[in-house]
């Protein structure tokens, strides 16, 4: 408003114009409402020159504050009115003009046609009580602006001194408008020429509902015409509006599936990516459990170098000994050839077991726990032979050559031991590998297709959005493409679950395999044990003759034993840790394969979630549809009856002027 002032003062200041008293005053009484600061303009009653209203038309072409301008009976002469519309041409923010009771004729009147056909902002204009219509060729001006508008709504006209040809002028401008609603033509001169010409170009405008002819002298048929006609456009623009609104609230809600499609995405999107953290996570663990088991294999290596260290020294030390011990190589020889014996007939019998456990791979579960039973039977057993082998140690003390053959054999088993431990060191390491490149393997062709899969679905919801008019085409496309690869992901999803089941199938059979060596390790010491018991018996029944040379070396032997019964006990506590490290890996296994289950019951939680979601977006399309056929049959039957009740009324209104003409010319001429 203070911009406002200050603009018109200074233009004036610089026109070298004395500013009018009427406008200082209300201006300054003019108060700006609360909203967004915009007010109304009010110099009503306010006599204005032409050099006022000059500067009035430049300060309005760049006003931002006034919505509303009121110049009723200011006594504006024609370069006045063409100052101020001048103005108002270029301005972007007044609504509404009221130049009521100016006289506003000829050159005021083109100069108003001029305004309309440039200004886009004004909706409503007040011309009563002018004479606009008194001049034929300034009207058809002003009305050929009127037809050029888009913006203007309300236009009223009443008192104008409008006749039968400016009624035609302005129907010509309602057949080119097409957003005047409402217009006021009462108290002029249109007769029933003019009013015939309107209800003509109602045929051809739907936009206007609002024709107010009162006082014109139109017949009463010609009136109920023209308001049959309004109420033609009034439907119209109602259904139109409806229209509008539901094909806007379908665009929103098919916005709202979009979005609601990108949020479930994105959602499954960071589902993959935890799943993805979640088996990085695993295989790092297992890699720092990998790499703390060959550590503890280190370890034992070194001590099982350390064994054989002392074993050379005590060789060594038992040379002497083998001297005296040589009529024993032939007894050594033959118990050899009893135990390979004895070795391939428990190979027999393992082959055989092995043969049996094959045909009872579906008991799986059953057979673990049983197989874990019997390890405590068998270490309750090798406690058992433990006290036997140290009491057979006590009796194998007092024989030199038990001693130097024990020697040996211990030595032997030591070697091969050694080389068990190797050799399993060696596949537990492939293994691992294996794994490990399979994890990898799975883990990059998830992401690959979870990376395809993302790309499609983008490209896919740009191909939404650049083809909106093509919806119903683009829906069934995607459709098969949706079914296809549905298919395909369950296709490589059953794939994914038959490999994951074979390679834990091939796990376990390894680790049965694994099992079934230690056990087959246990029953040769245990009857390598037995064995043992029954050759000292007939070695202290054949060797009594050798007492003598015997008691000459015991405390040498007492030595031995010593060293031999620590040996012994560091080789079984060996044993155990081994047996401990193969029951927490085969615990190991069984919480990967629990894991493993976990991912493929989220798996499936998610594949029923999408297909639920695609199953709701289908219904969803097809009542929208369904909506959409029904909107265009209604629309269809509502155009079919207004093209009956528009050829009804225009067979009525032939009628009626068929009717008006023979009145006419039946009726005498009476001359004044």
Not at 92 to 100: A, S
Not at 630 to 636: A, C, P, V
Request: aromatic content about 2%; charged content about 30%; glycine content about 4%.
């Amino acid at each position: 408003m203070d911009e406002f002032k200050h603009t018109f003062l200074r233009l004036c200041r610089d026109h070298h114009i004395e500013p009018q008293d009427c406008v200082l005053n209300r201006l300054k009484s003019v108060k700006l409402s609360p909203r967004k600061g915009k007010s109304s303009l009010d110099l009503s009653t306010s006599s204005l020159t032409v050099k006022t209203c000059a500067i009035l038309g430049k300060v309005l072409a760049t006003d931002r504050t006034f919505t509303e301008i009121k110049l009723n009976d200011c006594m504006l002469t024609d370069d006045g009115v063409k100052a101020i519309t001048h103005g108002l041409s270029s301005n972007v923010t007044c609504r509404k003009l009221d130049l009521k009771g100016n006289n506003i004729r000829g050159g005021g009147a083109e100069a108003l046609g001029r305004m309309l056909r440039h200004n886009k902002t004004l909706t409503s204009l007040g011309l009563e009580w002018n004479a606009l219509g008194i001049l034929d060729n300034s009207f058809s001006v002003f009305c050929e602006g009127l037809g050029a508008n888009t913006a203007l709504r309300e236009l009223d006209l009443r008192n104008n001194q409008i006749t039968h040809d400016g009624a035609t002028e302005l129907a010509s401008a309602l057949k080119r408008n097409t957003t005047l609603q409402a217009i006021d033509v009462k108290w002029n001169n249109i007769g029933i020429i003019g009013s015939r010409v309107l209800l003509d170009a109602l045929q051809y405008n739907k936009t206007i509902v609002k024709m107010a002819l009162a006082g014109n002298n139109i017949p009463n048929d010609i009136l109920k015409a023209i308001a049959t006609a309004l109420g033609h456009n009034e439907d119209h623009h109602l259904l139109t509006n409806e229209y509008l609104m539901r094909t806007h609230m379908l665009s929103s809600e098919l916005h709202q599936a979009k979005q609601d499609k990108k949020l479930q995405v994105s959602d499954l999107m960071d589902k993959i990516d935890k799943q993805e953290d979640l088996m990085r996570k695993t295989g790092r663990s297992t890699g720092h459990k990998l790499g703390q088991l060959q550590a503890a294999l280190e370890e034992r290596k070194g001590a099982f170098n350390s064994l054989a260290a002392k074993f050379s020294m005590m060789e060594s030390e038992l040379a002497l000994s083998e001297q005296k011990v040589h009529n024993l190589e032939g007894i050594l020889s033959r118990l050899k050839q009893e135990q390979s014996d004895a070795s391939q007939r428990h190979q027999s019998e393992a082959r055989q077991e092995r043969e049996e456990r094959a045909s009872m791979e579906t008991r799986l579960l059953r057979d673990l726990s049983e197989s874990n039973d019997r390890n405590v039977q068998y270490e309750a057993k090798v406690d058992d032979l433990e006290r036997k082998c140290k009491q057979q140690q006590e009796m194998i003390y007092e024989l030199k050559e038990q001693a130097a053959h024990m020697q040996a054999e211990l030595k032997l088993k030591t070697s091969q031991y050694e080389e068990r431990i190797q050799h399993e060191k060696e596949k537990t390491k492939s293994h691992l590998q294996e794994v490990e490149e399979i994890k990898t393997k799975e883990i990059n062709r998830i992401r690959q297709e979870s990376e395809d899969s993302e790309k499609a679905l983008k490209s896919r919801i740009q191909k939404h959005e650049h083809h909106r008019l093509e919806l119903e085409e683009e829906i069934s496309r995607l459709k098969s493409q949706a079914s296809a690869e549905r298919l395909q992901a369950e296709e490589q999803l059953i794939n994914t679950k038959q490999r994951i089941r074979n390679e834990e199938e091939q796990k376990c059979k390894q680790l049965e395999d694994r099992i079934r060596m230690l056990q087959h390790s246990k029953d040769e010491l245990q009857s390598h044990s037995s064995h043992q018991a029954t050759l000292v018996t007939e070695l202290q029944n054949k060797n009594g003759h050798m007492a003598l040379e015997i008691e000459t070396l015991k405390r040498k032997i007492e030595d031995l034993s010593q060293d031999l019964s620590g040996k012994n006990n560091e080789m079984m506590a060996e044993v155990g840790k081994v047996k401990l490290e193969v029951s927490q890996k085969v615990a190991q296994l069984e919480t990967e394969r629990q894991a493993q289950g976990d991912l493929r019951d989220r798996i499936n939680v998610l594949e029923r979630q999408l297909t639920d979601q695609t199953a709701k977006h289908r219904d969803a399309l097809q009542q929208k549809e369904n909506e959409i056929s029904s909107l265009n049959e209604k629309l269809h039957a509502r155009e079919v009856e207004i093209h009956r009740m528009r050829d009804e009324d225009a067979q009525r209104a032939n009628v009626l002027q068929s009717a008006i003409l023979n009145y006419v010319h039946k009726s005498p001429y009476t001359p004044r």
